[in-house]
Every structure is written in C-alpha cells, then in structure tokens.
C-alpha cells in the first residue's frame, strides 16, 4: 500500500462510525489492543472530544478502516504523545513517519512548543522513528511498562518552526 492510499485526519470521537458501523472511537482502541498498547477506554477519548489540546490522529486505508493512530494532549506548552500505532499488517510502509510529522506539525500549530514520549527500552523499531524525527532521549522512568515490567525511556523534540524536515520525501 503507497502513502497515496492513505487519509490522515482527525478520529471523531463522537458519531462517527466506519463503513461496518462501528464508532471511530471503537476502531482506535480495537487498533491499540490489535498492537499490544494500553488504552485510555471509550469513555475517557469521549471525553476529550473537541478539546482543541487533544489530537487523535488517524490513518485511513482506501476502503475507509483505521490502520494507525497518532494521539496526545498538550499541555500549557508542552504535547504529550500517548500513543503511536500502526496497524502489525501495515507496518513498514511509512505511515508511522507520516502520522507522526503530521501530528506534530499539528500541536506545533495549536501551540505545543517541544513533544515528549516515553517509549519502551526494548522497542528498536519505535525508538530509531523517533530519532529520525530528531527525538532526543532525555531520561529514563525504571519500571514504568508493566506485563512486562519494562523501563520506558523518555525522549523530546523541540517543535520549532521548520522543525519537520522533507516533508515532502516521507519516506
């Protein structure tokens, strides 16, 4: 599948459903579960719907089903990205680069200043994205993930303007 196949746009969290009728709520934690990743639950994203500091984040393929997800609140001037997923059968394909540069275009623009994450030690494929985004590792929180307990290393990015490079080439 080529990056031209993919929508991103913001999940709706309220009345929006996929072409089976399923809440786009359902869809992003059917995806976070699909890849292994704790949920925040449909109560607590309904919640944040519309709140200008929250950005949810999709990937969509051509026939309308969520395949990665971008989402994170900011936070004064600060963006917390929770979570960063693609789908296992659509990983490899450059849509974690290209969700990513656009969510943090996007809280660069609703005023986040620098991203911070924290991402599992043992996660290679996760850490080297980020640092080809420019991610600095700035401290470790020791036992942070559980099942397994696992530290988690926390990086930054400065979200200056310009800060996204060839956005042109997402390769």
């Known amino acids: 599948m080529s990056q031209d196949e993919i929508i991103v746009r913001e999940i709706l969290l309220e009345g929006a459903e996929d ?3 399923m809440p786009e709520v359902e869809c992003l934690i059917a995806l976070e579960r699909a890849c292994g990743l704790s949920s925040f639950g449909p109560e607590s994203y309904r919640r944040k719907a519309g709140r200008p500091e929250n950005l949810h984040f999709g990937a969509f393929d ?7 997800l971008f989402t ?3 936070v004064l001037d ?11 059968d659509h990983r490899r394909n450059g849509i974690g680069m290209l969700l990513i540069r656009i969510g943090l275009e996007e809280a660069r623009r609703r005023g986040g200043a620098r991203a911070l994450l924290e991402v599992r030690a043992s996660n290679w494929a996760a850490r080297q994205l980020y ?11 020791r036992d942070y993930y559980r099942e397994p307990l696992e530290d988690a290393l926390v990086l930054a990015l400065d979200l200056e303007p310009g800060f996204v490079r060839d956005a042109e080439n997402l390769s």
């Open 19 to 21: 072409q089976e009728g």
């Open 62 to 68: 051509s026939a309308g089903e969520l395949i990665g």
């Open 72 to 74: 994170g609140e900011i």
């Open 78 to 88: 600060e963006f917390q990205i929770d979570n960063l997923a693609v789908h296992p």
């Open 131 to 141: 640092e080809k985004n420019g991610f600095l590792l700035i401290g470790t929180r």
